[in-house]
């Protein structure tokens, strides 16, 4: 099926640096979700989004869900080392789950 | 409340050997979804089951099969196995219904075949 497109692949950045990263598809979703995934362990949910232009915080994590309903970004503040993983946006269609690549995560402390 | 778990965490196997992994989901979830992770592919799709019944299935070879019990827990089977079916195989549950479309993921099982 078709996956989502997320950006960057990588990012290498120094502690207390802020990270941005996004997702889109051709397609709308209803519902956009972002999942951290640490070595060795399966992914595990971050936020969820429900409603087109909803701005949703967890501690230093912050996600908006387009307007278009076509995208999604993913802001990380004041980086800490534990932040290290890679992050995966996900969005549900019908009964499937489309998943971005993944954005590698690496803080340099 | 126990969240989603999958035996076995590691395992070896040698190429034409067959290997069955397990996956219990959250209590109350019906709902079972198993992924293929590899460096190079990301997270792919592999199937759903819900009510022991098939409901969805990715793109991969007839050796990947599962299936799932009245408790709602699934087995995944791969049989005939390949050097290329080393990856981390993730199970994950979820509610059925209005809104519940958020997956809750396991451990994983990591597969390495010689």
């Known amino acids: 099926g078709q996956q989502l497109n997320q950006s960057p692949q990588s990012m290498f950045i120094q502690e207390g640096e802020d990270v941005s990263m996004n997702c889109t598809s051709s397609?709308?979703?209803?519902?956009w979700l972002w999942y951290k995934q640490d070595p060795g362990e399966g992914p595990v949910l971050l936020i969820a989004l429900y409603k087109a232009g909803e701005l949703t915080s967890n501690g230093r994590l912050t996600a908006q869900f387009g307007i278009t309903r076509k995208d999604s970004f993913l802001n990380i503040s004041a980086s800490i080392p534990s932040d290290v993983g890679i992050y995966f946006c996900?969005?549900?269609?019908?009964?499937?789950?489309?998943f971005g690549a993944g954005t590698r995560l690496t803080v340099k402390p | 409340k126990a969240g989603v778990t999958q035996t076995p965490r590691y395992l070896i196997k040698t190429r034409g050997q067959q290997v069955t992994l397990s996956c219990s989901p959250i209590?109350?979830?019906?709902?079972v979804s198993w992924y293929q992770q590899t460096p190079g592919q990301g997270l792919q799709f592999l199937f759903e089951y819900f009510s022991e019944t098939q409901r969805n299935k990715g793109n991969f070879p007839g050796r990947f099969s599962g299936r799932q019990f009245s408790n709602s827990r699934s087995e995944m089977n791969v049989s005939t196995l390949e050097l290329g079916d080393s990856a981390l195989y993730l199970c994950?549950?979820?509610?059925?219904?209005?809104?519940?479309?958020?997956?809750?993921f396991g451990a994983g099982s990591r597969l390495t075949v010689l």
């Open positions: 996900a969005g549900p269609n019908n009964n499937d789950m489309r």
């Open positions: 209590s109350g979830h019906r709902s």
């Open positions: 397609s709308i979703f209803n519902t």
């Open positions: 994950a549950s979820k509610m059925v219904g209005l809104g519940a479309n958020v997956l809750t």
